[in-house]
């Protein structure tokens, strides 16, 4: 089809959402949500690239609710990404990497999407001008998960932090809430500061990485229906935390050093940035990993807003996400900042790693 278009023809992300809408795959709702997400990124961006010059790099000072050091941008990009959904009137409830629990969109006219996100993923890079992101996932609101306050009186937790937003008082159970797995994800994707500014999304029929031409200030359409390698010969894993990995983890590593058949091993690659990391698997192929260890029992990264998004995206490319013995996709998210290790990449590579684990 590309070969069809006159070089004039381009598809902006607002083009390409305005036809999906036409075509009945999203509602107008969701187009709205998506174009405030895009605009959002493009904020940051922006403010990404200038930060040394406005004084936007550094930490806060304050700590946020995982006990993460915030830097200034996180706190600004939090910001950002939250008042962009609100104001689209679309977003009934965000939850973020940067926010105790999930809020409630205020405003008196606002629609029904949940969105999930981390607003600067990969942060600790920020500083050296190292590639950063942002990474959504967006639920419809779900009555199975409704949940009984009774339920709540002997927890410590409590079930607004866990898992819902708002309590029916008539009805004494939660009314909105992101109990929901990966599985029910309608969208999610991410947008990559980098040498380019690369915006990565799916809405269940295909993974398209758009492109922001500095030009026209607009996000085009790059890449579509893209598809992850079978197997690769990359790797990326914080490999410092070795000794505090599990034996069955530690022969996995060792094995991928070994030369095979062509006489040479995988490479290493490791960003520390798992936009950055995961959009190199997605197109050259390999795997991404952050497994748990003797330290961080359920790994680093967090499920709602880093691992599941990923993993829906993975496979929409045809690739596999795994905490190492099951679907990340399968998981039901029992807290808002829950962690869970990641194993996520080409099928052959992620399903290696499973049989080292089994
Ligand atoms: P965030 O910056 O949103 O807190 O996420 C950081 C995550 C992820 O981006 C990255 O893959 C991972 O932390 C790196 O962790 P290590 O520094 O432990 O390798
Ligand atoms: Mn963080
Ligand atoms: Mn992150
Ligand atoms: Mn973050």
């Known amino acids: 089809e590309a070969s069809k278009k006159s070089s004039y023809e381009i ?4 083009t390409w959402l305005l036809k ?3 075509a009945g795959t999203i509602d107008g709702e969701m187009t709205i949500v998506l174009a405030s997400i895009s605009t959002a990124c493009k904020q940051i961006a922006s ?7 406005s004084n936007l790099t550094g ?18 990009s939090n910001e950002v990404f939250s008042n962009c959904l609100k104001s689209s009137g679309r977003t009934g409830v965000i939850a973020s990497e940067e926010e105790d629990v999930p809020v409630a969109v205020e405003e008196s006219y606002s629609g029904n999407y949940i969105v999930v996100f981390d607003p600067l993923d990969g942060s600790s890079n920020i500083d050296a001008a ?62 990559m500061y980098s040498s380019s500014v690369i915006f990565v999304l799916t809405i269940g029929t295909g993974v398209y ?46 094995s991928l050093k070994e030369p095979g058949p062509s006489g040479k091993p995988y490479s290493a690659r490791y960003i520390g940035s798992l936009v950055g ?26 499920l709602l807003y880093e691992c599941a998004p990923m993993s829906f995206i993975v496979e929409q490319a045809g690739g596999k996400g795994s905490d190492g013995h099951q679907r990340i996709l399968d998981i039901m998210p029992t807290e808002i900042h829950q962690r869970v290790p ?5 099928v052959e590579e992620v399903e290696k790693v499973e049989k080292f684990l089994a």
């Not at 930490?59 to 600004?76: C, I, P, S, T």
């Not at 950063?132 to 079930?159: H, K, R």
Request: net charge negative; proline share 4%; charged share 20%.
């Open 59 to 76: 930490v806060q000072g304050a700590v946020n609710v995982q006990g993460e050091d915030q830097k200034k941008l996180d706190v600004v």
């Open 277 to 302: 990391d995961f959009h190199r698997t997605l197109l050259y192929g390999g795997i991404y990993g952050y497994p748990r260890d003797q330290k961080s029992k359920n790994g680093k990264l967090r």
């Open 11 to 14: 598809t902006t992300l607002t």
């Open 130 to 191: 190292v590639s950063t992101g942002s990474i959504f996932g967006i639920y419809s609101p779900n009555d199975e998960c409704l949940a009984d306050i009774a339920d709540d009186q002997n927890n410590e937790t409590p079930l607004s932090a866990r898992v819902c937003l708002q309590l029916d008082q008539v009805e004494q159970r939660c009314i909105v809430s992101v109990c929901q797995p990966g599985s029910n994800l309608l969208a999610a994707g991410y947008c």
């Open 20 to 22: 999906q809408e036409q």
């Open 47 to 53: 403010l990404v690239q200038r930060a040394p010059i």
């Open 342 to 346: 990641l194993y996520i990449g080409s």
């Open 209 to 254: 990485v758009f492109t922001l031409d500095p030009m026209y200030g607009e996000f085009v359409l790059t890449q579509e229906k893209v598809q992850i390698p079978k197997a690769g010969k990359i790797y990326a894993f914080n490999e410092g935390n070795y000794a505090l990995w599990d034996d069955k983890l530690k022969s996995y590593m060792d």
